[in-house]
């Protein structure tokens, strides 16, 4: 599982979950990775100036992995990581900015959580990780892109998780790739509701 984000010029770093292979775990199968990967892409690109995130493997300099997590370091991290899992659940449950309640105790949603991770299912950080696409709205505004009224096609590719391979390279999530057109992605914005960052609130 990756994380990524629409606006190429302000990505500064790609962070991977990988398996036993060292490959990146896709979304829903977070149970099978054993280490994470974190590649630091101003880094890459100054290294590589054709680097794609989306695609490679960054060069040494740029990137650090941990697919074999020796103790104590493991625990550490588990601690660190769930104390953080922990207040993201507690900040958006009662924060009214994320439609939560002042009032309310977030103990039980940190329960749910983790259960949930007992039973191998993550859910995402819950407004803390990577992006989690509108299937419906990407698939409609690469209907509307490509001048089509049906986004069904396009919808079924998105929901089976289909890859395009990019010759060259590797493959890539279909939904990344529709993604990386921006004229979709202006499509998707109006669609979901984001707003553009400009440059002057950076």
């Given at each position: 599982m990756s994380d990524t984000t629409t606006n190429e010029t302000s990505r500064k770093a790609r962070r991977d979950w990988i398996d036993a292979k060292g490959n990146p775990v896709e979304s829903g199968d977070e149970k099978d990775a054993v280490g994470f990967r974190y590649t630091h892409i101003p880094t890459a690109r100054r290294i590589e100036a054709d680097f794609d995130p989306d695609t490679d493997i960054g060069p040494s300099e740029a990137v650090f992995e941990l697919s074999n997590i020796p103790e104590p370091t493991k625990t550490m991290l588990a601690i660190f990581g769930g104390l953080t899992l922990a207040?993201?659940?507690?900040?958006?449950?009662?924060?009214?900015?994320?439609?939560?309640?002042?009032?309310?105790?977030?103990?039980?949603?940190?329960?749910?959580?983790?259960?949930?991770?007992?039973?191998?299912?993550?859910?995402?950080?819950?407004?803390?990780?990577?992006?989690?696409?509108?299937?419906?709205?990407?698939?409609?505004?690469?209907?509307?892109?490509?001048?089509?009224?049906?986004?069904?096609?396009?919808?079924?590719?998105?929901?089976?998780?289909?890859?395009?391979?990019?010759?060259?390279?590797?493959?890539?999530?279909y939904a990344a790739y529709a993604m990386k057109n921006t004229e979709v992605q202006k499509h998707y914005a109006r669609l979901t509701g984001a707003e553009e960052v400009k440059a002057t609130d950076l």
């Open positions: 207040g993201n659940i507690v900040s958006t449950a009662t924060n009214p900015k994320s439609k939560g309640d002042p009032l309310a105790n977030p103990i039980p949603d940190i329960v749910a959580r983790f259960e949930e991770m007992g039973n191998g299912v993550w859910s995402g950080e819950r407004g803390a990780g990577g992006p989690r696409y509108n299937f419906d709205a990407l698939s409609k505004a690469i209907a509307a892109v490509k001048g089509e009224n049906d986004p069904n096609p396009y919808l079924a590719k998105l929901e089976a998780k289909e890859k395009v391979t990019i010759k060259g390279k590797g493959s890539i999530l």
